[in-house]
């Protein structure tokens, strides 16, 4: 059964810091790697999709990287501004018989103060 | 649509009623997927629609959750004789044709927030 795993669990950093998100999968077998964000009450906003072929996306400040061999993807956020405060979640798709879905972790909760 | 739309965004409702929550993926997207976010907890899935194959219903918790896809487009999951357990938000993804090993990213709705008093 896949499990995904994502350390800090809350990271509090101040404005303008460099930081790193982690996320650990334990069935390398996964056809894709996604990092959302979730704002208090609110949805999840789709960050980066990085596929099982690739190994890192890039979108402005953020890049995602994936190592899928060791199970390890990172969410480095450049230049951090308080409106990056949320909460990131990192989900692995992975392909059952019955057909596709995301196995998420319990997600980091991110604090940028002014 | 642009978007994943959920209605309603909130519902309130009493122990023991039925409710309905609506999703309406967007255009194309074959694929549809509920999920369910408890408060404090990570997110559950909950049934996974793609085309006209059988829903995978796995992850419903009990037989009071079931689930619709009318059309392949929009969806309906119904919960029956609601229990306060039940209160949590329902998020609903849709996501494109599914290809192999080139699978496409899930584009989430923004969730119903149901309360059972």
């Known amino acids: 059964k896949q499990e995904v795993t994502q350390i800090p669990a809350a990271l509090s950093v101040p404005e303008g810091e460099n930081l790193v998100l982690n996320c650990s999968f334990t069935d390398s077998a996964i056809y894709n790697l996604q990092w959302f964000r979730q704002d208090p009450g609110k949805g999840l906003t789709s960050l980066l999709l990085i596929q099982s072929s690739q190994r890192e996306q890039t979108s402005g400040r953020l890049n995602a990287s994936l190592d899928k061999s060791s199970g390890r993807s990172t969410l480095y956020i450049a230049a951090s501004q308080p409106g990056d405060s949320a909460t990131y979640l990192c989900?692995?798709?992975?392909?059952?018989?019955?057909?596709?879905?995301?196995?998420f972790g319990e997600g980091t909760q991110l604090t940028v103060n002014p | 649509g642009a978007g994943v739309s959920q209605s309603p965004s909130n519902k309130v409702t009493e122990k023991g009623k039925d409710v309905e929550l609506r999703c309406d993926p967007i255009s194309g997207h074959t694929a549809l997927y509920w999920y369910r976010q408890s408060l404090g907890q990570g997110l559950e899935f909950l049934i996974y629609?793609?085309?006209?194959?059988?829903?995978?219903k796995s992850g419903l918790p009990s037989d009071r959750f079931s689930a619709e896809r009318t059309g392949g487009s929009v969806s309906t999951l119904t919960i029956q004789r609601t229990q306060q357990e039940d209160s949590a938000v329902y998020l609903c993804?849709?996501?494109?044709?599914?290809?192999?090993?080139?699978?496409?990213?899930?584009?989430f709705g923004s969730g119903t927030r149901l309360t059972v008093v």
């Open positions: 629609f793609q085309g006209n194959s059988a829903p995978d």
């Open positions: 993804a849709s996501s494109r044709p599914i290809r192999g090993p080139r699978d496409y990213g899930y584009t």
């Open positions: 989900a692995v798709q992975v392909r059952e018989t019955s057909g596709s879905r995301l196995t």
